[in-house]
């Protein structure tokens, strides 16, 4: 079985700069509430023309051009997003269109903020079983769609940023190099602390929309705020723990931790539960904000840009979402 790497990272964020002042303009809210509450002090927002897939296509051949591959190298596409651009189809297929792949296996996952994770999980089982050589994971958001700045939703409101990352994950040549370990996990009795109701067909009734769904709220994010923070902070401290025990390492052997970036706050807290060295920890969340599973490829590659995942160096990627869903990886860039 031949092991996985990433070979390549690209990502893209629309050039729209949204500051605090301007999102007190959207809702009711302050500059000094959303920053001693999140943490974030900048997020990009997409144009109202521009889709989800629309901003996965440039991150995508990013990635493939930096994995020294042509397109028609990739023989599977994972997409992961939470703001498809139709109810139906998936995205991976209008995806795979722009992308002009036809005829590729496409697969789209639901993984919330752990989807590159997921997708790391999957491409890793495909090459290691000889199923694919080059898998291509995109992760896209454009969550500036889905913001509702009412009273019962600018709790989240405040924090969603737009953006896509993508990463070709293909054989590596060095079994101790690469995709070393991946632990995912999820607990569904947690999936209404974060989620949105409608449209569905779990809602007793006929029809999955009514007018009134919109009118009351059910269309947008409802989120338990306590149940989301202490459960995130739980979750990826133990994934964190959970990756060091597996392989016998300790916070001196790794080069960098990339966490989803869901709240300045939050990672904040999980550097000190776990005792991890904060100049270790990568983040950009006040920057970019929330941007769901697009946070974790985007940070991975201004990392790598940066020389903060530099060639050799291990590197772990922590993640959670709403579901709840939680994972890690380890990788040796």
């Not at 092991?3 to 605090?20: E, F, M, Q, Y």
């Not at 769609?145 to 590596?172: E, F």
Request: contains cysteine.
């Amino acid at each position: 079985m031949a092991a996985s790497r990433i070979l390549g990272t690209g990502h893209h964020l629309p050039p729209k700069v949204v500051t605090n002042l301007d999102v007190t303009k959207m809702m009711e809210t302050t500059e000094e509430f959303i920053v001693t509450r999140t943490g974030v002090l900048r997020r990009r927002h997409a144009e109202p023309d521009v889709s989800a897939t629309d901003l996965a296509v440039p991150a995508c051949q990013a990635a493939v051009a930096d994995a020294g591959l042509a397109m028609s190298d990739i023989d599977l596409l994972i997409l992961n997003t939470i703001t498809p651009d139709h109810a139906d189809p998936g995205s991976a297929f209008f995806l795979q269109a722009k992308l002009g792949l036809p005829g590729i296996a496409v697969l789209e996952i639901r993984q919330q903020c752990a989807g590159l994770l997921y997708g790391l999980g999957i491409a890793d089982s495909f090459i290691r079983a000889g199923a694919a050589r080059h898998v291509l994971i995109a992760c896209s958001e454009v969550l500036s769609k889905r913001i509702d700045g009412s009273y019962d939703g600018r709790n989240i409101a405040i924090l969603l940023g737009d953006g896509a990352g993508a990463a070709v994950v293909g054989p590596s040549d060095d079994p101790h190099r690469g995709v070393l370990f991946t632990s995912l996990h999820a607990d569904g009795t947690g999936a209404k602390a974060l989620y949105t109701a409608a449209p569905g067909s779990a809602l007793g009734r006929p029809n999955c929309i009514s007018k009134d769904d919109i009118d009351s709220g059910r269309v947008h994010f409802r989120m338990d705020g306590k149940a989301v923070f202490e459960n995130g902070v739980a979750r990826m401290s133990e994934a964190i723990v959970e990756a060091l025990e597996a392989n016998g390492l300790t916070f001196d052997d790794l080069a960098l931790i990339i966490p989803h970036q869901a709240n300045l706050r939050m990672l904040e807290e999980i550097v000190r539960k776990v005792g991890a060295p904060p100049e270790k920890v990568y983040v950009n969340v006040e920057e970019y904000g929330n941007m769901a599973s697009a946070c974790l490829p985007i940070a991975l590659d201004h990392a790598r840009r940066q020389g903060r995942a530099p060639e050799g160096g291990l590197v772990l990627l922590v993640a959670f979402g709403s579901g709840f869903v939680w994972a890690s990886a380890l990788l040796r860039m």
